[in-house]
């Protein structure tokens, strides 16, 4: 088969493209099945970085302390300590833009703060804790504010 200087061309343009579709065809088919609830929004942030461990809790009232594996509570607390500390290592919320900080000012009253400890930092990470009638204010380690809306004895013990 003679192709003329005008079909090689063309074969080599069809070539061309057809690896690169070769190429992008997975991404494609991987970004079309993804579910979207798993994508996270931007406005949605963790408290603690995404790999980090905790060693050790400080509340205002109990201090939560590995020790063999298992966790204990000072003073103890009603229920597993456990649970507790995997609600620290889990709280995400909502981003509060600067706007909104400037407006919910006057209303911050004291606040506490709380001393997670990482096992792969030598300081700890001090999250200060807002109170407000619908929903909790928490400054992350990256220093964003985030609301949540939990109950007291989600984060705090009795």
Avoid: C
Wanted: no cysteine.
């Amino acid at each position: 088969m003679k192709l003329s200087r005008r079909g090689w061309n063309n074969v080599i343009i069809i070539s061309v493209v057809l690896f690169i579709a070769a190429i992008q065809f997975p991404e494609l088919i991987r970004a079309r099945f993804e579910p979207e609830a798993t994508q996270a929004s931007p406005e949605v942030q963790a408290l603690l970085p995404e790999q980090a461990v905790i060693s050790r809790l400080v509340l205002h009232q109990h201090v939560f302390t590995a020790e063999d594996g298992r966790w204990t509570a000072k003073p103890l607390v009603e229920g597993a300590p456990q649970t507790i500390v995997e609600h620290w290592q889990s709280i995400t919320g909502t981003l509060v833009d600067d706007g909104t900080m400037a407006q919910l000012k006057p209303q911050l009253n004291a606040p506490e703060t709380v001393e997670v400890w990482l096992h792969s930092a030598d300081e700890p990470v001090r999250v200060t804790v807002y109170q407000l009638p619908q929903f909790w204010l928490l400054k992350n380690w990256q220093g964003n504010w985030l609301a949540i809306s939990v109950d007291e004895s989600y984060l705090f013990p009795h």
